[in-house]
């Protein structure tokens, strides 16, 4: 019988400074929020240091107290007993810390400076969600997007390495470079340039590709070019509505950022028209500039779509600040323009039932138009689906058609995308009252009445 291996649970402590115009809420959140990018990272946090300072130190971010305070904790490590929760199959008296997270971007020569002190690898909130995106990117695009970030991140950090690895082969000559003398460094950040080009190439020919073949598909399903999308901060539920919403599977998981591709699917139970429903990466509080930008074709869906669900936890004490974040980058990407429904989504998450309705209240009072809900409820999704296909309806036009018995193949195609109210039997054939797009119904009309563009209606029916 083979024994499954454990894989051994690798540890980080996390080390902030907050500044005087970062208020306490605002300063525990965002603690919080790294530590759970570390989980979703694979690593456990086992100990936080905080420092109260006017600015960061600009030698190693952290003043020379703290600093002190943290190198000792990580040569100490952590013993196996002091750890709740601990599976018994590490019985060392003690783990080694892995790696130190800092909740900010810090300058290569701090981060530089700061892992000399502590002696293990220093990772900042920005390396952290970059190394996040790098595992979880499926798609060739969203491979592509996250190498232009990670390039673009350890560009000027070129440097910092290159005086870690020594005097030794800092200067380089002989042909293939711009001349002697050319160092390593120059060299390096010559080829990262190149690459983020090459990517950058890549990405433009595989966003042309991708409306393309969009367009056609839609085309094909006969969808318009609207659909819905949703946005919002990360592990909001997202996923889990999308699934609801859909009946497709889906990843599900408590986990920030479980997936960053885009996901297309029909909404459920079909719709006329139909919709279609897209699930976008996640927004996050701090998300660096460089990846907005990397990943503005992700969040294009978003840009394409009628409508936009904006899902918000509502069980977050913090929703206010992860309205805030998604609102801004929203603006950032050019999406806020676009007609937004507010869904709260994990009611279920709020005490028991009488707290849930009181909560429910109070939020629909404060955001009118908004939905309360639980993705988990089907009630509660069948209402926002109802929501969904009333906004989509409101543009459609009422009329009647014709079909001759001569053409019944085309009943299929009516009953596919138009709402039919009535049908019955003619001496002609089959007279329809139905609600549609009206591009769908010119269609319709060209192909039950060939050649009576620019007549009326009653002409057609003779």
Known sequence: MQTEVKEKPRYAIVASVQLPDVSDVEFEASLAELSELAKTLGFRVVQTFVQKRSSFDRTAYLGVGKLEEVSQFVKRGIRADELEDEPQAWDASAVEIDAVLVDHEISPSQARNLELAVGCEVMDRTMVILEIFHRNARSRAARAQ???????????????AAKLAGPQGRQRSGMGGRGAGESHTELDRRKVRDRIAELQREITAMELERKTQRARRLERQGLGLGGVSLVGYTNAGKSTLMRALTGSEVLVANKLFATLDTTVR????????????SDTVGFIKNLPHGLVASFKSTLEEALDASLLLHVIDASDP????????????????GADEVPRIRVFNKLDHVGDEAAQNEWAAELRQRYPGCAVISALRPDDVAGLHSTIVSFFQQDLVEDELLLPWSAQQLRGEIYSHCQ????????????????AEPAKLRSLREQLYPGSQGREKEDWEV
Do not use: K
């Open 146 to 160: 996250v190498e232009i970030a990670r390039l673009g991140y350890m560009a000027p950090r070129l440097r910092e």
């Open 266 to 277: 029909v909404l459920y139970p079909e719709s006329v028209p139909r919709v279609l429903v």
């Open 318 to 333: 913090g929703f206010q600040r992860q309205l805030e974040v998604t609102d801004e980058v929203l603006q950032e990407i």
């Open 420 to 435: 039919v109210l009535e049908e019955h039997a003619e001496e002609e054939g089959s007279r329809f009252r139905v609600r």
